[in-house]
């Protein structure tokens, strides 16, 4: 099964894949932390893109394209795609790997949050720089006052474009340029809605009830 997540930032793609990755073994494939990797290891394309993702810009199809393609050449199925495709350009190349792969997206979920709840979500949340947990400061704190529950490293940290000014640009990225893959998926009979409202457990019985239901 090949899952992908669409909904704009703040929609808990992330969170949602990794209780996917806990509970089903799938593999998370998230362009966001690829390219954050990139830019703490300083490689080139961590250079080109650090600026661009602060901003909460896209950064250029042909770099996420790349790093998805190296993923799709060890392993083809059981994905988990999360924060990518984010263009029809990269929808469209995605579909031509899987099949020469043979192989296919077999369900895309859609998370559909209500819009002012976003701002609060983004400017909260912080992340293990180790294991990549994720947590909200005032809605779901670590028990330990800056200590990861799951892995115990002191390393929470907040994304830099988690901030209202970038979180504003990202929202706009997303309307303007992935918001129309649900129109591409739902024509090929993929789509699927989930209320992404509510607590995390809630969400993530719904995600499975709809994969199940597939
Ligand atoms: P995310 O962690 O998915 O919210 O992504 C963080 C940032 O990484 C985005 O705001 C973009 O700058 C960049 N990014 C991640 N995935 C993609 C993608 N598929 N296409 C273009 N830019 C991306």
Redesign the pocket.
Known sequence: MNLILLGP?GSG??TQSKILVKNRGMVQL????M??EAVKAGSNIGKK?AG??EA??????DI?NALIEERLSKKNSGFIF??????LN?ADLLDKQLTNANTRIDMVIELTVDIDQLIDRIVGRISCANCGAMYHITHQPPKKEGVCDACGSTELYQRK?DNEESFRT?LL?YYQKTAPLTGYYHRAGLLQYVSSIGSIEDIATRIGTTLDAG
Not at 30 to 33: A, E, L, Q, V
Not at 82 to 87: E, H, K, N, Q
């Open positions: 930032p793609k992330g998230s362009t966001g932390d390219l954050r893109v661009i993702m909460g810009e896209l950064v250029t199809d996420v999360d924060g990518y495709p984010r263009t990269q474009d990202r990225e």
